[in-house]
Nanobody
């Protein structure tokens, strides 16, 4: 499975971006897909995840109410709509897919496939 992330860029604080992640396979049954981010000098952290079949949407507390994860099963693509961006959201954002269950969806260890990352920079 190959994941291709796109949509990153430079935005001012308070602005919005939408990240996309296109998958090379058409079937993610029993998979979860998610977004993680890694800021310079920091560990990779969970941002949001959703089961490909629908339901079980999870968000990190730091993005809840500002970010929305979604997926389009017909296009084999998942998205991360990011609103009210803040400088602390600056990071490389990675999409991921794996046979994660609800209790493990926040852990990067539960994901088998990763995109290459897309850089989001939020200026103050």
């Amino acid at each position: 499975v190959q994941l291709q992330a796109s949509g990153g860029g430079l935005v001012q604080a308070g602005g919005s971006l939408r990240l996309s992640c296109a998958a090379s396979r058409s079937t993610f049954r029993n998979y979860a897909v998610g977004w993680f981010r890694q800021a310079p000098g920091k560990e990779r952290e969970f941002v949001a995840a959703i089961r490909w079949s629908g339901g079980n949407t999870l968000y990190a507390d730091s993005v809840k109410g500002r970010f929305t994860i979604s997926r389009d099963t017909a296009k084999n693509t998942m998205y991360l709509q990011m609103n009210s961006l803040q400088p602390e959201d600056t990071a490389v954002y990675y999409c991921a897919a794996g046979r994660a269950i609800l209790s493990t969806m926040r852990s990067p260890l539960a994901y088998d496939f990763w995109g290459q990352g897309t850089l989001v920079t939020v200026s103050s």
